[in-house]
Each structure stands twice: as structure tokens, then as C-alpha cells.
């Protein structure tokens, strides 16, 4: 099996040189994966894996816009439609100076099996560009949205591509995005979700990720016979989704102890609760992404300047920042302190080797693409009550967004416990998520 394994994944490199991000995705899901389908004579030899690591169209596209300054500036821009098996293509826009072919790839290739886990009509893909709103004004980064939305226009519609926010792309730039959108194509319908309220938007998306971590958590939790009432939780960021997950821990009766940023990280004993949850937002909308910013306000709590918060004593660990943050040396810390539950909030923010402890010490690990489907699961609900031209409130939302996560759970479960009762949520999501995909496909042909 393992040969299979480094045959497929040579044939999967080979094509896809000096894109490391995305070579990291596919092994992980293909280490797991692989070995079900060979299982399976109903999927194997139909090269379905080779298939879904190929997008179905890759769009590069330059992006000119005007500065402040009268200087004419080129970004990049890009959308990966990476599987359409079971709905338009569904996956944020990014705008970070990160952005590249590898990151995007990969993005698009988690986000595939993620929609397909929420179990709503959604495909995969992603975007973005190479272009930084932060120190940024309003006017440059109105000019720069509709520039890059003049050509992305072409290419998305409510019924084949529906693109959301992501990092570096908020309410103020869906909402430039929306609006260039409307004007070039005359119509006014669901193309973007993550739109502000007046316009068509949903209540509790901006917290909608970070609240499905948590219901994730708590299911996790039940597995061993634990919640989250009464356990420290350690979190990275204080970005939309860290956010998100503050305001769930607290409401469930957890506590939050941490908060990062690339500075390093914040220890606050008393925990971050109330006021201290919406200084997170105002510290956001500063644009300065330094953690130590808190200490000014609240300065009980401790900084630690250049480190991660994952060497502080934790029952729960939620990485919510970006790719890779959580490295092998940070889970030897943490199952050392005896943490019980590390979930993704981010994508991928576990590297490989830390993964593999997790799942060697029998830690309760969730991947992004099943704990962090909040998200996305509130975009296609955005979608639903544009379709039908209603609004749901609060409440029915974030019913509905639970019982979506419980079901993700559920299907995790399935496919990932072993005789000893410890459920492998990596293999879980990874085989939910590939059976609903490979199915259509096999359905609808060699297309």
C-alpha cells in the first residue's frame, strides 16, 4: 500500500513542481484514502483520486490598479475551480502577499471534501491575489477589488461559482467586490456570500467558523465522556475565526487563556471573556496584527514575544491562524502538558509530523477541512435564503449551523473509529468527504 501511495504521489508531483502546500494536502488525504479505495472495487482503478488533484480549471489573470499616488500598480490574480462534482464551485477569496499557485491549489483541494461534508450542494475552489489590504486606503482597495473583479466577473455566477471572504477580504471588500460585480453584469443576485446585512447577507457568518469549531469540540469531547464546561482552551490569531471560537468557549463555559499573533503570543490567567473578546475586533480593525497590542489594554496578561501559545498547560488546543503553525515540536509540548483535544480552525495549520503525534498518542485530533466547515456551511446558507429571497434569524442560523456540525461528526465518526473506541477524525473526513464526491463522479462519466 505504501508503494501505491509514493506512485501516486510521484505522478501527482511530477506535475506539479514547487508547490509544496498543495503536495502537502494530497498526501495527507491520499495516505488515507488510497488504502479505502483499494478496498473498493467500485472505485478502484477508476483513477479518482489523480482526478480530483487536478483542477478543473486554473484562471491567472493580471490585476492593474491606480495608488493613492497616481502609480500604476500588478497584482495577480487568481481562481482555482478545482471540483464541481456536486454543486458550483464554493471557497474564499484571499488577499495576502502569501498567495501563490501552491497555497490556492491546496486551499481548493481541502475545500472540495469540506463542502462535501457539510452535505450541502457545494463544489470546490478558491482565489485571491498577491495584493496586501493592510496600509492600504479605502480608495486603493476599492479601485484594486473592482480591477480584479472586472476579470473574475467572466468567470463565477450564482449557479457555477460563488467565491466568499477569506483572509485579507472582509465585509468592506466583499462589498467593493458585490458592487463592481453588479455593475458589470446588471443583475443583482447571489454571487458572493459573506455580504453585508442590507445587501443580501446572513446573520452570524462572521462568527460562523469559529462557532463550528467548537460544536465540533464539544462533539469530540462527548466521545470521551468530557465538554468544554470548565476547560482551558488555547487559541492562535485574533482574526474572525479565533473570534468566533472566544464567543462559543465562553457561552459553553470554557475558558480562553491565549491569543497570538506573528509578534508571539498572549497568556491571560484571568481568561478572555466579555470586553476582552470584543477588544479582539477593535485590535483587528486597528490593522496592527501584533499580539502584544492587548497587554496596553488589559496588562495582567503576560506576552511572550517570538513564541507560539502551545508550550501553556491546555485541556483544548484550537490553531487559528494559517498553514503550518502547529509543528511537531509544538505537539510534543502539548501531549506533554496532557492536552485531551487539538482542533483545526485554520487549514492546515498542523504539519505532518505533528498530525502523526496527535494520532500516535491517541489525542483527540480534528482536521480543518471537517472542524472548520462552519464557515462554509453558513455560505451555503447565505446561498439557500438568497434563493428564496427570505432571512433567517440568529437563532435559525445557528440551529441550523449546529446540526450541520453534528452531522459532519457523525460522518467522521463513522468512517474513523477503531476497535479501541478512538476515533482517527483524519481518515473520518478524509473517506466522508471523498464518498459523496467520488460517487457523483462516477455518476456523471469521464467529464
Not at 498526501?27 to 487536478?54: H, Q, S
Not at 490585476?63 to 497616481?70: A, H, M, N, Q, S
Not at 454543486?87 to 477569496?93: A, D, E, L, N, S
Not at 503576560?302 to 498553514?323: L, M, N, R, Y
Request: charged share 25%.
Amino acid at each position: 500500500m505504501e508503494q501505491k501511495i509514493n506512485e501516486f504521489m510521484a505522478l501527482v508531483e511530477s506535475k506539479n513542481p514547487n508547490e509544496p502546500e498543495f503536495l502537502q494536502a494530497v498526501r495527507e488525504f491520499a495516505e488515507t484514502v488510497i488504502p479505502f479505495i483499494a478496498e473498493r472495487k467500485k472505485y478502484d482503478g477508476k483513477n479518482l483520486l489523480l482526478r480530483i488533484a487536478e483542477p478543473e480549471r486554473s484562471i491567472i489573470f493580471r490585476v492593474p490598479w491606480v495608488d493613492d499616488k497616481g502609480e500604476i500598480i500588478v497584482n495577480r490574480g487568481f481562481r482555482i475551480q478545482m471540483n464541481s462534482a456536486i454543486g458550483p464551485y464554493k471557497g474564499g477569496i484571499r488577499f495576502h502577499h502569501t498567495v501563490n499557485l501552491s497555497v490556492l491549489k491546496f486551499l481548493a483541494f481541502e475545500q472540495v471534501f469540506k463542502n462535501s461534508l457539510t452535505t450541502l450542494p457545494m463544489g470546490g475552489g478558491k482565489g485571491g491575489s498577491d495584493f496586501d489590504p493592510e496600509g492600504k486606503s479605502d480608495g486603493e482597495i476599492m479601485r484594486f477589488c473592482q480591477s480584479f473583479m472586472t476579470e473574475l466577473c467572466r468567470h463565477i455566477g450564482p449557479d457555477l461559482d460563488v467565491p466568499a471572504g477569506d483572509i485579507g477580504v472582509g465585509a468592506r471588500e466583499i462589498g467593493y467586490l458585490f458592487g463592481q460585480y453588479k455593475r458589470i453584469r446588471n443583475e443583482f443576485t447571489g454571487v458572493l456570500t459573506g455580504k453585508g446585512l442590507a445587501y443580501g447577507g446572513s446573520l452570524i457568518r462572521p462568527e460562523a467558523t469559529g462557532y463550528g469549531v467548537v460544536y465540533f469540540t464539544d462533539q469530540m469531547l462527548q466521545t470521551i465522556g468530557h465538554d468544554i464546561k470548565g476547560k482551558r482552551v488555547a487559541i492562535s490569531g485574533f482574526g474572525n475565526v479565533a473570534w468566533g471560537v472566544a464567543l462559543k468557549i465562553n457561552e459553553l463555559g470554557g475558558k480562553v487563556v491565549t491569543i497570538s499573533g506573528p509578534d508571539g503570543y498572549i497568556y491571560d490567567e484571568e481568561g478572555i471573556s466579555g470586553e476582552k473578546i470584543e477588544h479582539m475586533v477593535e485590535m483587528r480593525a486597528t490593522g496592527d496584527n501584533r499580539a502584544e497590542v492587548y497587554t496596553k489594554k488589559y496588562p495582567n496578561a503576560i506576552f511572550h514575544k517570538g513564541k507560539s501559545p502551545w508550550e501553556v498547560k491546555v485541556d483544548i488546543a484550537i490553531p487559528c491562524a494559517t498553514q503550518n503553525e502547529l509543528t511537531g515540536e509544538d505537539a510534543k509540548k502539548l501531549i506533554d502538558n496532557g492536552v485531551l483535544c487539538v482542533t483545526e480552525a485554520a487549514n492546515m495549520p498542523s504539519t505532518l509530523d505533528a498530525i502523526k503525534l496527535f494520532l500516535d498518542n491517541k489525542v483527540l485530533f480534528a482536521p480543518g477541512k471537517a472542524a472548520n466547515a462552519g464557515g462554509v456551511a453558513a455560505s451555503g446558507l447565505e446561498m439557500t435564503q438568497n434563493s428564496i429571497r427570505l432571512n433567517w434569524t440568529s437563532e435559525e442560523v445557528d440551529l441550523r449551523l449546529k446540526d450541520i456540525m453534528v452531522g459532519i461528526h457523525n460522518q467522521c465518526k463513522k468512517y474513523g473509529m477503531g476497535e479501541d473506541g478512538y476515533v482517527n477524525y483524519v481518515k473520518g473526513a478524509n473517506i466522508a468527504g471523498f464518498v459523496k464526491v467520488a460517487d457523483a463522479m462516477l455518476a456523471q462519466g469521464v467529464v
